[in-house]
């Protein structure tokens, strides 16, 4: 078993305006609650990881600061997980139950190197 | 109550007081002599209360004797004089004078320091369990090996090498410091959550000593509630979900302690008691800012205090299960989550999860799977359940499953 980091992609600029209901809210958490509980049901769920805001910085060298990072690429990332699996092809077949694959956006799957 | 169940429940209730008071007195490397005067003063009481009748006031009776028993030691026996009369010496003006704390506070106070001392890490959790049981509920190796479907020798033995490891590790009778006790608190939480377990889901057939196993577990918890130092929001939610599956004490086994089902169980034999204690108590749980796993466990058992199946209901207990694993992945726990994914989204959606858990060899899966199939497909749920059938290791549940699939064979008939 190896870990690896599922990091989810949107378009940023998509979800900024619109104010939801909390029973809009709610029907958005289900499929995400459903889709984490169900790996953590198989005992993969390395580290439930966290939501990210759209708002950010980006830092660069010497001292420029700007607001993004989706101005400069249309697909933020909005959140990751950590999961365990047998291989980087069962780690992809997981993501595929993604609920971000509805929202239009994507799962970058990538394999954590192990410390030593 | 009745002469004959007088003494087995002064047991119960006073051994741990005495006991915890003369070894906080002692301290822990003294345990058995502590042991020896609470057993001879049953004893005592067994005799003269079976000749004279009872005494006004029983407890206070056993209170006195093991006082008296406590300083006879004192001026008799020389080992003990020399060992203990010293220690004791250091905080007690003169020992003839010595005082031999029985009031409330002092049990109080003592009974906790000892589940403490009992739950310390320094002994494995199966140690600490039966260490518990042993001197806080006062149960004797042999209804330890019964509750644990071991034998008595190896009990015995177990409970030893418990006492020796705490005395080598001079485990003080006290409560930890204030920056540690949550810490603590959690190993103990986890010893009182496995006794109740041990009581309800025991395989043993003696139905009295598995109610026993769990009101004790209760007992010692709501020690740790009334407590201002130890009543966090983890312990009222343990205590919570204690009540809750209490409830349903009198509905869930029948009278050769085999198991009814949830749904075949009558509702009339709920106790609405301990369900509104549970309530009380889950809402005392609400403070602070800490989902523990006892506070989601609370919940899902809130929710099966009505048998009524309604949406919300069932998407609330799917959302607790999920959150519950997130938390902490138990087997039993990704089994009945995919039984309420079932009842809140689809059976078919349920199926395809099922397949994922890698529990292929556990006869609750099989047995999960047959449920799930039940409606859909009956040749597959039968299969199921003859596979649940060969995994199955004990009695009750072979008596179980052989009925479940009498019934769906009579049925195609």
């Known amino acids: 078993m190896k870990d690896f980091l599922l990091l989810f992609r949107r378009d940023g600029s998509a979800d900024t305006n619109t104010q939801m209901s909390p029973e809009q809210i709610q029907a958005m958490m289900k499929p995400w609650q459903d889709w984490m509980g169900g790996i953590a049901a198989q005992n993969k769920l390395?580290?439930?990881?966290?939501?990210?805001?759209?708002?950010?910085?980006?830092?660069?060298p010497n001292n420029v600061i700007t607001n993004g990072p989706y101005v400069e690429t249309k697909?933020?990332?909005?959140?990751?997980?950590?999961?365990k699996a047998a291989s980087l092809e069962e780690a992809a077949e997981i993501s595929k139950g993604c609920p971000i694959l509805q929202m239009g956006g994507n799962v970058e799957v990538r394999t954590i190197l192990p410390m030593n | 109550m009745h002469e004959q169940e007088l003494i087995p429940h002064l047991f119960r209730t006073e051994y741990r007081k005495i006991i915890s008071v003369l070894v906080k007195l002692f301290g822990i490397e003294h345990i058995e002599i502590a042991e020896d005067i609470v057993s001879d003063t049953f004893l005592q009481a067994a005799e003269t209360w079976g000749q004279k009748g009872l005494p006004q006031n029983?407890?206070?009776?056993?209170?006195?004797?093991?006082?008296?028993?406590?300083?006879d030691l004192l001026k008799h026996n020389a080992i003990f004089n020399k060992k203990i009369a010293v220690e004791i010496k250091h905080t007690q003006a003169s020992f003839e004078e010595i005082e031999i704390d029985l009031s409330n506070k002092n049990i109080n106070d003592s009974q906790l320091q000892m589940i403490f001392a009992i739950c310390h890490p320094c002994i494995t959790t199966e140690s600490q369990i039966g260490l518990a049981l042993n001197i806080l509920c006062g149960f004797g190796a042999e209804e330890i090996a019964d509750a644990f479907l071991s034998n008595r020798e190896s009990i015995y033995k177990r409970l030893q090498r418990a006492k020796e490891k705490l005395k080598t590790e001079k485990i003080n009778i006290e409560l930890p410091i204030e920056s540690e006790i949550n810490n603590r608190l959690e190993t103990v939480l986890t010893t009182m959550y496995l006794l109740f377990n041990e009581g309800y889901y025991s395989e043993s057939q003696n139905v009295t000593l598995r109610k026993d196993l769990c009101l004790e577990a209760m007992r010692l918890t709501l020690l740790l509630s009334e407590n201002e130092g130890t009543n966090i929001p983890q312990v009222n939610a343990l205590l919570s979900l204690m009540c809750f599956h209490a409830s349903r004490f009198e509905a869930r086994l029948n009278q050769n302690g085999e198991i009814i089902l949830y749904e075949d169980q009558d509702e009339k034999l709920w106790s609405r008691e301990l369900i509104e204690k549970g309530e009380y108590y889950l809402n005392k749980a609400s403070s602070g800012n800490k989902l523990s796993k006892y506070h989601l466990e609370a919940a899902i058992a809130f929710w099966h205090t009505n048998k009524t199946d309604t949406k919300e209901k069932w998407e609330n207990i799917l959302q607790l299960?999920?959150?519950?694993?997130?938390?902490?992945?138990?087997?039993?726990?990704?089994?009945?989550?995919?039984?309420?994914?079932?009842?809140?989204?689809?059976?078919?959606?349920?199926?395809?999860?099922?397949?994922?858990?890698?529990?292929?060899e556990n006869h609750l899966y099989h047995s999960l799977l047959a449920e799930l199939y039940k409606t859909i497909d009956t040749v597959k749920a039968l299969e199921h359940l003859k596979t649940a059938l060969k995994f199955s290791k004990t009695t009750s549940d072979k008596i179980l499953l052989r009925k479940k699939i009498k019934l769906i064979e009579e049925k195609k008939k």
């Open chain 1, 46 to 60: 390395v580290s439930p990881g966290n939501r990210l805001e759209a708002a950010g910085k980006v830092v660069k």
């Open chain 1, 75 to 83: 697909e933020a990332v909005g959140g990751y997980i950590i999961i």
């Open chain 2, 58 to 71: 029983p407890t206070a009776w056993l209170y006195t004797v093991s006082k008296n028993k406590t300083k």
């Open chain 2, 321 to 360: 299960y999920n959150k519950l694993l997130v938390l902490e992945y138990s087997p039993v726990a990704a089994l009945n989550r995919t039984y309420g994914l079932s009842k809140a989204n689809s059976s078919e959606e349920a199926i395809i999860e099922a397949e994922k858990l890698g529990l292929k």
